[in-house]
C-alpha cells in the first residue's frame, strides 16, 4: 500500500485542523478584540413581543464601529442614536448589527418577537473601523487558508485511500 500519499494527507489535514484551532493564540489583535466582548457580555430577561433598551455608550471620536450580537436566545439587536435626545433607529433588527458611528450617544436595544419570555445573553464592543476591517479582514483570509488546508489534506487521504483500493483490486 502507497502510504505515502495518505500519510502525506493526513499531515496537511492535521497542520490546518491545528491552525484553525490555535488561530486564537497567534492571530494579531485577537485577544484585544475578544476582552473587549468579554467585558460588555451580559444577559438580560425581554418580556414576549417586547423591546427593552439594555446598553448606553458614548463615541467621542470620528471613525469608530460598534459590533454587536446575540450570544444565546431568540432576538435582535437594534441601535439608536441617542444624540438628540430622540431614539432615531441606525441599525435594522437582526441577531447581529454593525455600523459605522459619528461622535455621539448610542443605545442598544434588544427586541424580543418570540411569544414567550426570553432570557437573552448579548455582547457588543465599539472599534477603531479601520482596525476591524482590518482585522476581519486578515481573519476571514487566514480561515479561508487553514480550511482550504483542512479540506486538501482530507481529499488527498481519500484520493490515496481509493485509489490503492482500486489498485488492489486490479492485482487479484
Known amino acids: 500500500m502507497n502510504y505515502k500519499a495518505i500519510a502525506i494527507g493526513i499531515v496537511i489535514f492535521l497542520v490546518g485542523l491545528v491552525a484553525s484551532i490555535t488561530m486564537p493564540f497567534y492571530y494579531p489583535n485577537y485577544q484585544e478584540v475578544n476582552s473587549v466582548y468579554a467585558s460588555h457580555l451580559s444577559y438580560v430577561v425581554i418580556p414576549a413581543g417586547a423591546e427593552k433598551i439594555v446598553s448606553n455608550f458614548?463615541?467621542?471620536s470620528t471613525y469608530n464601529a460598534v459590533i454587536a450580537f446575540i450570544q444565546s436566545g431568540t432576538g435582535n439587536i437594534t441601535i439608536f442614536n441617542i444624540s438628540s435626545g430622540d431614539l432615531k433607529q441606525i441599525t435594522t433588527q437582526s441577531s447581529l448589527v454593525s455600523a459605522?458611528?459619528?461622535p455621539g450617544k448610542y443605545a442598544i436595544a434588544i427586541v424580543n418577537p418570540q411569544g414567550i419570555a426570553q432570557n437573552i445573553?448579548?455582547?457588543y464592543?465599539?472599534?477603531n473601523a479601520n482596525f476591524l476591517n482590518s482585522f476581519y479582514s486578515g481573519l476571514g483570509i487566514l480561515s479561508t487558508i487553514t480550511e482550504i488546508l483542512t479540506l486538501g489534506g482530507i481529499a488527498i487521504t481519500i484520493i490515496a485511500v481509493i485509489y490503492e483500493i482500486i489498485n488492489r483490486k486490479?492485482?487479484?
Open 170 to 172: 486490479r492485482k487479484k
Open 125 to 127: 464592543g465599539v472599534f
Open 100 to 102: 459605522e458611528l459619528t
Open 58 to 60: 458614548t463615541t467621542n
Open 121 to 123: 445573553s448579548y455582547t
